[in-house]
């Protein structure tokens, strides 16, 4: 049986993994539409980019790209500039809210020589 204070913990952590997987969702989609406006005032760009839906599409492949990019100098970049550039320095911390039980035993499947 868990305490009051266990059960405020881990409501605590839940709802700071939530807001730290916001924020590393919500900042990279803001820098892809910042390369958006910013390719957008390239003169061979912009008349590409003035249609709605191709804009769109152009900011999301950036904000894929920017994920992608930071995600993978992450490690060499400092706390400080990763907060900048993905939102925050933490990686949320995803837990089973139903992990399976100690006495969980998997099925047996017999090879193909036991048949």
């Known amino acids: 049986m868990t305490t009051p204070a266990e059960r405020n913990a881990e409501a605590a952590k839940r ?7 916001l924020l590393r969702t919500g900042v990279p989609a803001a820098w892809g539409y910042v390369l958006a406006v910013v390719a957008e005032r390239i003169p061979v760009l912009t008349p590409l980019l003035d249609d709605p839906r191709a804009f769109g599409a152009f900011a999301a492949i950036a904000m894929f790209v920017w994920y992608a990019i930071m995600r993978w100098v992450e490690p060499h970049l400092p706390a400080w500039l990763t907060a900048l550039v993905l939102g925050a320095n933490a990686v949320p911390v995803y837990v089973d809210p139903n992990p399976p039980s100690s006495d969980y035993v998997p099925p047996v499947i017999p090879s193909q020589g036991d048949r």
Do not use: E, T, W, Y
């Not at 709802?15 to 997987?21: D, L």
């Open 15 to 21: 709802i700071r993994n939530k807001g730290i997987s």
